[in-house]
């Protein structure tokens, strides 16, 4: 059964960093690309970050781009999440997400399991 774990959200001031960590259990994780998605409230789920199976190729979307930093460690099975420079709209629900594909991929039907989700909340 493939289990992903979101932790690492919380409070915190605008200008002000989180990192969020995922881990993922019940798969072979180095053949899994690896994403992280938001969610706002009365929003659609969104793009953030997406890193290839070796951690060679990253995809930011626009509003994170600069900010925001994916990573990966095969060998412990996690996918992180360094968030910096923090915004109130980046208050979200963070996903972690992985797809049995090769490709870097930003789409939401791309990925095949999907975590709980970890609440980030940025204050003005």
């Known amino acids: 059964q493939v289990q992903l774990v979101e932790s690492g959200g919380g409070l915190v001031q605008a200008g002000g960093s989180l990192r969020l960590s995922c881990a993922a259990a019940?798969?072979?994780?180095?053949?899994?690309?690896m994403g992280w998605f938001r969610q706002a409230p009365g929003k659609e789920r969104e793009f953030v970050a997406a890193?290839?199976?070796?951690?060679?190729?990253?995809r930011y979307a626009d509003s994170v781009k600069g900010r925001f930093t994916i990573s990966r460690d095969n060998a412990k099975n996690t996918v992180l999440l360094q968030m910096n420079t923090l915004k109130p709209e980046d208050t979200a629900a963070y996903y972690c997400?992985?797809?049995?594909?090769?490709?870097?991929?930003?789409?939401?039907?791309?990925?095949?399991?999907w975590g709980q989700g970890t609440q980030v909340t940025v204050s003005s």
């Open positions: 019940g798969l072979t994780f180095s053949t899994y690309t």
């Open positions: 997400a992985a797809a049995r594909t090769i490709a870097v991929l930003t789409t939401i039907t791309a990925y095949n399991y």
């Open positions: 890193i290839s199976r070796s951690g060679g190729n990253t």
